[in-house]
T-cell receptor
């Protein structure tokens, strides 16, 4: 399976603070994705990347930004965290658009 | 927009067969994926259908009817370890997957 590492795995922070989540992959996959998973909503796409410096918005992108300066790293930033962004965040990667996505182990983020 | 429906919960007996349905309404269709997710863990890929028909992979099979906007995941010879959530996801655009809310399957002895 794809080597995908998410960090941190758990984080508790306060409303209004900036938060950055990191996704690191060792498989040289072109595509990378950030999802959030909440009870009653399933997995929802926040942002995705189809190459270095190439990113686009997903379904729930408000309040989030991303950067991809090299193939292996995809960063998700909450500029000013809100309690509604408390969630489990998953990173995923894929070799091309028709291949299955492989998921990291997730980051559990709590914003108080 | 896209809409994907799956039952919220199902219960089945160890050793039995269970079918988890997924219906979808999308603008465009480029494939349907099934994922398994154990509680507290990451989703893992199970199957992919892009053409009509049945795809079999061991104890798991997945079926697709594009004209009906319908898929199902069939699990045979259920084991306790199959207790998990099963996620249906549709690819309608070029890069994005849209996931259903998932079906939580409980396997009982």
């Amino acid at each position: 399976d794809a080597g995908i590492t998410q960090s941190p795995r758990h984080k508790v922070t306060e409303t209004g603070t900036p938060v950055t989540l990191r996704c690191h992959q060792t498989e040289n996959h072109r595509y990378m994705y950030w999802y959030r998973q909440d009870p009653g909503h399933g997995l929802r796409l926040i942002h995705y990347s189809y190459g270095v410096k190439d990113t686009d918005k997903g379904e729930v992108s408000d309040g989030y930004s991303v950067s991809r300066s090299k193939t292996e790293d995809f960063l998700l930033t909450l500029e000013s965290a809100t309690s509604s962004q408390t969630s489990v965040y998953f990173c995923a990667t894929g070799t091309d658009e028709n291949q299955p996505q492989h998921f990291g182990d997730g980051t559990r983020l709590s914003i108080l | 927009g896209q809409n994907i429906d799956q039952p919220t919960e199902m219960t089945a007996t160890e050793g039995a067969i269970v079918q988890i349905n997924c219906t979808y309404q999308t603008s465009g269709f480029n494939g349907l994926f099934w994922y398994q997710q154990h509680a507290g863990e990451a989703p893992t890929f199970l199957s992919y259908n892009v053409l009509d028909g049945l795809e079999e992979k061991g104890r798991f099979s997945s079926f697709l009817s594009r004209s009906k906007g319908y898929s199902y995941l069939l699990l045979k010879e259920l084991q306790m370890k199959d207790s998990a959530s099963y996620l249906c996801a549709v690819k309608a655009g070029s890069y994005q997957l849209t996931f259903g809310k998932g079906t939580k399957l409980s396997v009982i002895p």
